[in-house]
């Protein structure tokens, strides 16, 4: 089990010890991380009666853990997911230094939209954050359609789940 590594060095470790043991690695900040989004998404589509293959997901954060909730939830059957850094949107046409960054430009974004995150949540169905503090706003929540928002950053989310739901949030999680 590994615990608090951030990427792209979390990558590279989980990498070589699969390599390595004859036993499953487990990242805690991955895995634990993307099961537990996965579980909630799949709850919350049932309450509003959403399928998995018909939802925008955008997340903010393009580090461990959120590159193993996008991996994850495309697993599950998600179709459009856009993921996003602290520069925005992360798609195909740009080559990235992390070469993390430049994989997900290739497997996720499907209609290859750029800009910044609050373009990407713009008809979103779902919010994914594991990002920073206070970087959605109710405006941004507003653009999203019948909204989902999982902000998750610790200490402080992204956006307060209160504000959330002013701003007409229809599920709300935190980490």
Same mark, same amino acid.
Do not use: W
């Given at each position: ?38 579980? +909630? !998404? @799949? /709850? %919350?589509?049932k309450l ?6 018909? *939802? ?6 393009a580090g ?34 992390n070469p ?19 373009? +990407? !949540? @713009? /008809? %979103? ?9 206070? *970087? ?40």
């Open positions: 089990n590994l615990e608090d590594i951030a990427a792209p060095r979390s990558f590279e470790i989980e990498t070589r010890l699969k390599e390595e043991l004859t036993i499953p690695v487990f990242h805690d900040d991955q895995h634990g991380t993307a099961i537990v989004v996965g579980g +909630a !998404l @799949i /709850n %919350a589509l509003v009666n959403k399928k998995i293959d018909e *939802v925008k997901v955008v997340i903010n954060g461990a853990a959120g590159t193993s909730i996008a991996k994850h939830l495309m697993l599950l059957g998600v179709k459009n997911l856009i993921i996003c850094d602290k520069f925005g949107i992360i798609d195909k046409d740009t080559v990235y230094e993390h960054h430049n994989e997900l430009g290739k497997i996720t974004n499907p209609n290859n939209e750029k800009g910044l995150l609050k373009d +990407a !949540l @713009i /008809n %979103a169905d779902v919010f994914i954050g594991v990002s920073a503090a206070n *970087v959605v706003s109710k405006d941004m929540v507003r653009s999203m359609k019948d909204p989902f928002v999982f902000a998750m950053a610790n200490p402080t989310p992204e956006i307060m789940p209160d504000v959330a739901k002013e701003a007409g949030a229809r599920i709300i999680g935190t980490g």
